[in-house]
């Protein structure tokens, strides 16, 4: 029971990494033209201004990472480090996406009248959230195969 839960909440993990690539990190609105970041770029309607392949890259490294721990359910010492890492790779990755947003921003020139943070920026913080949820299923399986051992 406690394999699936942790199963579930790494899945959870690399779903919502998955949807990072998609989700609107900032919106604003500079001299009547509106301008979205994305994880790929900044983008002014339909038009891609800027591009940045890296983050991209770094997305979808983050999105393949849970799915590989959740097959290491053999190695549960190593799921551990691992999901640990992982964590603050998240971490790193909102620290990163605020870094580009503002870098972004400064090459929009004009004044800009008003500006939100999208729904995207949460998606981080929510893969911690389920990555540690599944760091604590992991320890109580470790923890009950190894009183299960106790026992035999």
Do not use: H
């Amino acid at each position: 029971m406690i394999q699936r839960i942790q199963s579930l909440y790494l899945f959870l993990a690399a779903v919502c990494s998955g949807v990072l690539l998609a989700a609107p990190l900032y919106n604003t609105t500079v001299e009547d033209k509106s301008y979205t970041v994305y994880l790929g770029g900044l983008i002014q309607g339909e038009e891609v201004i800027q591009s940045q392949p890296s983050l991209v890259a770094v997305g979808i490294i983050l999105m393949i990472f849970p799915l590989i721990i959740l097959f290491l359910f053999k190695k549960r010492a190593l799921q551990l480090r691992l999901t640990a890492s992982l964590m603050l790779a998240n971490t790193a990755m909102l620290l990163l996406l605020i870094a580009t947003i503002n870098k972004t921003l400064e090459k929009i020139s004009g004044t800009v009248s008003e500006g939100t943070y999208g729904w995207g920026l949460a998606l981080p913080l929510i893969g911690v959230l389920f990555i540690f949820l599944a760091n604590r299923a992991i320890r109580k399986d470790d923890a009950l195969v190894r009183s299960a051992d106790r026992l035999r």
